[in-house]
Nanobody, 133 residues
Framework: QVQLVESGGGLVQPGGSLTLSCAVSGVTMDYYAVGWFRQAPGKEREAVSCISDTDSSTTYIDSVKGRFTISRDNAKNTVYLQMNNLGPDDTAVYYC??????????????????????????WGKGTLVTVSS
């Protein structure tokens, strides 16, 4: 069975950095796109970033562009989200999710479609990021 496990969350001061990891098992990773999502207290879950397969195509929402970097290491079956210059608005539970790559533009579709996108069948349980002084 497919499993995704997030790690790396914690408490960080404003302006600080944190790197999240998503360990994926049970699939051949180069056939899957992996996205990062987050849910802040009292808010809906939103897409943050997505990375596709061998060409490493990446997509970000505007609020994290220039601050967050998504990457993947298929040999380690892991996707990362490096987060820099964090602010209180970044406080959320961060989730990773995976889906089979069916289109070349799977990541823009995932960002637009959001967490309810059909085909996002595999989710981790989340890791909490708290940005506070």
């Amino acid at each position: 069975q497919v499993q995704l496990v997030e790690s790396g969350g914690g408490l960080v001061q404003p302006g600080g950095s944190l790197t999240l990891s998503c360990a994926v098992s049970g699939v051949t990773m180069d056939y899957y796109a992996v996205g990062w999502f987050r849910q802040a207290p009292g808010k809906e879950r939103e897409a943050v970033s997505c990375i596709s397969d061998t060409d490493s195509s990446t997509t970000y929402i505007d609020s994290v562009k220039g601050r967050f970097t998504i990457s993947r290491d298929n040999a380690k079956n892991t996707v990362y989200l490096q987060m820099n210059n964090l602010g209180p608005d970044d406080t959320a539970v961060y989730y990773c999710a995976a889906m089979v790559i069916l289109w070349s533009d799977v990541c823009p579709r995932m960002i637009v479609g959001g967490p309810r996108m059909n085909g996002l069948d595999h989710w981790g349980k989340g890791t909490l990021v708290t940005v506070s002084s």
